[in-house]
């Protein structure tokens, strides 16, 4: 495994804007991110806008209103354990 770390945003729809402002001063080249919860409102942030893919899981992908985004990869549960198990790290913020 490479030093990388997924990025597992979890926050609050109110404070997923902090949130993802303090990730932007960690994240590096190999990091990925994953929005779940109300987090995943948050999908047009200039930050996660920038980022070259974002993972949602599926059930939740339904409550965004344009799933068509273009960096945005919708994963299953065996898909999200497959990417946590890929990662050395693996940080929730909330």
């Known amino acids: 495994m490479s030093d990388k770390t997924l990025y597992m945003i979890q926050a609050n729809y109110a404070a997923t804007a902090q949130i993802l402002e303090q990730l932007s001063q960690l994240y590096t080249e190999n990091d990925q991110v994953i929005l779940m919860g109300d987090a995943i409102l948050s999908v047009e942030h200039p930050f996660i806008q920038q980022l070259q893919e974002i993972y ?3 059930n939740e992908a339904e409550l965004l209103l ?13 898909e999200f354990a497959e990417l946590c198990l890929s990662f050395s790290r693996c940080i929730s913020m909330k």
């Not at 344009?66 to 065996?78: F, G, R, S, V």
């Open 66 to 78: 344009q799933p068509e985004i273009e960096n945005l990869k919708i994963i299953n549960y065996a």
């Open 56 to 58: 949602i899981l599926e």
